[in-house]
């Protein structure tokens, strides 16, 4: 570690470092707390070398360009008005995190509706927030058959024209419900941002909070037949008031 100054008599105090991820998911903060009095500054090192400064009333230090799943050391040293510098100065390692940037999921749920009272129909959509050339779906539904019953569902336009480019099929009982969409013929295949494929009319048989999920295991398909597979439940609160209002 670089060092200069007279350390005779220099300032003494309690340091620590820690470090979490930023935003960006390859950088790590480094905060530095300071317990010494009469401090003008403190060094940091990574590594052996002179990272930066911070004024002696300061106790963070944000350490730029840090790669993920890599191990640093970082030290502090104290410098006081007169130029003298602390002895003995803390060190430790620090090792970033591996960072994977979050997975959007699938498929998800949307609401369409607002508020929901006893005995009022309730909308939602099941989309696919990054499809390409989709030639097919399978979605597994769960829900509270005590809290809703499935009234109707049709294909979203944005997927296609039920019994004119594609078709649905739909079986299920008892708060399960499987659904398939397949496009008809020499068509292209759907994609978008955010892609619509079901929406599926519910109505709401008591108050209270019911749960809507889609299961692992559904699937979307390309022109090539290959399925993409949802690994994680997808799940939807709603909430339906007594009759006459909502929440």
Do not use: C, H, W
């Amino acid at each position: 570690m670089a060092a200069g100054g007279d350390r005779a008599g220099g300032p003494q105090g309690y340091t620590r470092a820690d470090e979490q991820p930023d935003s960006a998911g390859d950088r790590v903060t480094a905060a530095v707390y300071g317990g010494g009095r009469g401090i003008a500054e403190y060094r940091i090192y990574r590594d052996g070398v002179l990272a930066g400064t911070v004024g002696g009333r300061e106790n963070r230090f944000r350490a730029e360009g840090l790669q993920p799943a890599t191990t640093y050391r970082f030290a502090v040293e104290a410098r006081d008005a007169a130029g003298r510098v602390s002895t003995g100065n803390p060190s430790l390692s620090v090792t970033t995190a591996v960072y994977a940037p979050p997975q959007e999921q699938l498929l998800s749920l949307v609401r369409r509706t607002g508020a929901v009272a006893k005995g009022s129909v309730l909308e939602l959509q099941v989309r696919a927030p990054q499809a390409e050339n989709l030639y097919g779906f399978f979605v597994k539904l769960k829900y509270d058959p005590s809290r809703f019953k499935l009234m109707s569902s049709s294909l979203d336009s944005a997927f296609g024209k039920e019994s004119a480019d594609a078709v649905l099929g739909r079986r299920g009982s008892g708060g399960s419900a499987l659904f398939t969409g397949v496009k008809l013929g020499r068509v292209p295949g759907a994609g978008g941002e955010d892609l619509g494929l079901l929406t599926l009319k519910f109505v709401a048989l008591q108050p209270g909070e019911g749960q809507f999920l889609l299961q692992p295991g559904s699937q979307l398909m390309d022109g090539s037949g290959r399925p993409e597979v949802l690994k994680e439940p997808v799940s939807l609160n709603v909430t339906v008031s007594g009759s006459g209002g909502g929440a």
